[in-house]
């Protein structure tokens, strides 16, 4: 019974946390839950909160599916999933519309795509079926993490190069514009979306050179 | 008739799933490595979309709308249990998905073999529900438009699907900067196809 006496924070839980940051980020190496990432990313605002959204249905998922594993048959678990991250996605959907009624319409169908998000199930298939509930948490955390990362990355960029503002506000002084300086169209449009996240990877394979495949 | 066309037309190539949406992009991306698995699953992912999109619009229109329940009896005139939309789709969604996995597993064992793990995952491709979540926040008229509606979507996925894995064929050849290999080009190759598929964005239908 070693393993209960294991600090709260031991280098391996905190691996956990920190891996999915870099090493195994769910965007761009696992390729998990790219859907919903690039259609919400225009605004910093939406990703930001979309990015809360999951981090709050994976940890909890994660725990709930990591308490019941001794007691799911494996042959009906994705049915249980399913149903365990419907029910929190139906929450923080209601949430949504109750508090923050913008960006809950701006955000439309993709609040409910969390269900279907492949990061979660992923994750729930892969680590919380098979681990304490501790743990899972923190791999819960630390995937969602990873995946807000990326998202708030893209937006930024997307928001700052498609409208010239960061959170709404205008960064891009007017003058600029005054010398005949235009907000980049292109980069409002869904596609780019997808350019910008293959930057990204460019950018972080560039620096961790363990990742790169061989074709 | 024509209207129905001009759904169908739509979904295919003006509200692309891929393109337009980004629904499906897991399988996508994993699942584009050659031509033969990917023109499976993308015939796959046509036959679940065309049948759980007029599946869920029953649903939605004779049991969870406000107002829905009338048939039933005038006192569940102001129920409304769209509230529920979510579970009651994805459970749609994955009895048919089990009865894909089942039928393609008896024709075809080779292809049940290749697509792997990814065809339970068509659970859970944001395409299919997806589909019915834009079919609810569309409100087609009748059934017949919202089955026109989901095989459009599916067969814009299949195309989409198809025409990436014939291009990373291709790209092996090619000689691709080190940490671009692999995803990283995919990536951008989606978002030039799809800045070509925006060309059919100003057409009227």
Redesign the interface.
Known sequence: MSEEKEPLFSSKNLKLLTEPLNDSNPI?VQ?????????VTVKLKPAFVMALSVVVVMAVSNVVISLLRKTVPPRIR??VQ??VI??M??LV??FLKAFLFDISKQL??FV??I????II?GRLEAFALSNKPWPAFLDGLGNAAGYGVILIIVAFFRELLGSGTIWGFQVIPEGVYNFGYENNG?MI???????V???I??????KNKKL???? | MENLVNIFVKSIFIDNMI????????SY??VSKTVKTSTGLGIAVIFVLGFTVPIDYLIQNYLLKEGALVWLSPKFADVDLS?LS??IF??VI?SMVQLVEMIIEKFSPTLYSSLGIFL??I????????GS??MQ?RDYNNIAEATAFGLGSGVGWFLAIVGIAAIREKI?YSNV????????????I??????A??GFMGIKL
């Open positions: 761009t390729v998990l839950g790219i859907c919903s990432a690039l259609a994705i049915i399913l149903v419907a029910s996605v139906i959907d209601q439309s169908v409910g795509l269900i279907t998000n492949c199930m292109l449009l869904p596609p780019m979306a997808l350019i996240v293959g930057a990877i460019w950018v972080q394979r560039a790169i495949e061989s074709n | 393109f337009a949406y980004f629904l499906g992009m897991c991306l994993a509230f979510f579970i994805i459970a994955a339970p995952l659970a859970v491709n944001c395409a299919i529900l997806g979540l834009f926040e092996r900067p080190d940490p671009l290999k692999g995803l990283g080009i995919t990536f951008i989606t978002g030039l196809m799809g800045i598929f925006m």
